[in-house]
């Protein structure tokens, strides 16, 4: 497989973002790319966090040279932060939380660290004569949640500064696509931790500036054992089954 860092005059491109350690949802994206034909491949971060093999997918992308952006877990587990800034709505979850930063924290080696540690914000590039720009979270702060249902008028505020007329950007692990204030919004989902009642992977791709989500299924099941079997909590390992 051969991934393009930057393509001057790409008409499709895949962005795939929040794998979140789940090395075999990454393999079946990789693998449906590589069969598309795309003229580059870009990650939107989060490579880590409540899966099982943070240093086998960190290992992976910079292998591939896939060119690849810093999401908030990444930044937290490089700089080794016990606080990845994410928003949790209850107690347990925030204990679900502190058990999975500390847990990746002890099982991400120095130089998954060191790659996460040179990751930029953010990335632009054309596609199909339009603007791209990838962030994690919003132009604004890499932890922002982008939910759908947010009033139209947060999004025209983005849109007035984002200067770009494709807006790629993940987080939420919802993914949805509309438009606002002239610049497509495009939430890639989540290629290994989908939140959306779908188990399978998702991406997003652009072709000639037109996006659509892309969902591939793969063994939900023996990722569900792995994260079970690496110690993590039990409800990491349900969630993956059940895209909850």
């Known amino acids: 497989m051969t991934y393009v860092n930057a393509y001057a005059c790409a008409v499709r491109v895949a962005i795939i973002t929040d794998i979140h350690a789940n090395l ?17 491949t870009y990650c939107g971060g ?3 966090g409540y899966g099982s093999r ?17 999401g908030n877990y990444d930044y937290a587990i490089a700089r080794d932060l016990d606080d990845c800034g994410c ?27 060191d790659f996460m540690r ?25 932890n922002e949640y982008l939910f759908e249902d947010k009033p139209a008028k947060t999004f025209e505020r983005i849109a007035a500064g984002a200067d770009c007329d494709v807006l790629a950007f993940g ?4 993914p949805w696509i509309h438009a606002y204030g002239g610049v497509l919004f ?15 992977a998702a991406f997003a791709l652009l072709d000639d500036g037109e996006a659509t989500i892309v969902r591939v299924p793969y063994d ?14 039990d409800e990491f390992a349900e969630k993956l089954v059940l895209a909850a």
Do not use: M
């Open 118 to 142: 040179g990751l930029p914000f953010d990335v632009r590039f054309d596609v199909g004569g339009r603007r791209v720009r990838l962030v994690h979270g919003s132009p604004r702060k890499v």
């Open 171 to 174: 987080h939420t692990h919802k």
């Open 24 to 40: 075999l949802a990454l393999d079946a994206v990789l693998a449906e790319i590589d069969s598309l034909g795309v003229d580059a």
């Open 87 to 113: 928003a949790y709505i209850t107690p347990h979850d925030r204990e679900l939380g502190r058990e999975s930063i500390e847990w990746t924290l002890r099982h991400t080696d120095q130089a998954s660290k």
């Open 220 to 233: 939900a099941a023996a990722a569900s054992r792995e994260v079970a079997e690496a110690g993590l909590p």
């Open 54 to 70: 943070p240093n086998e997918v960190c290992a992976r992308i910079e292998q591939l040279g896939i060119s690849t952006i810093y």
């Open 46 to 48: 989060d490579l880590v």
């Open 186 to 200: 495009v939430n890639c989902g989540s290629v290994g931790k989908p939140k959306d009642g779908d188990s399978r």
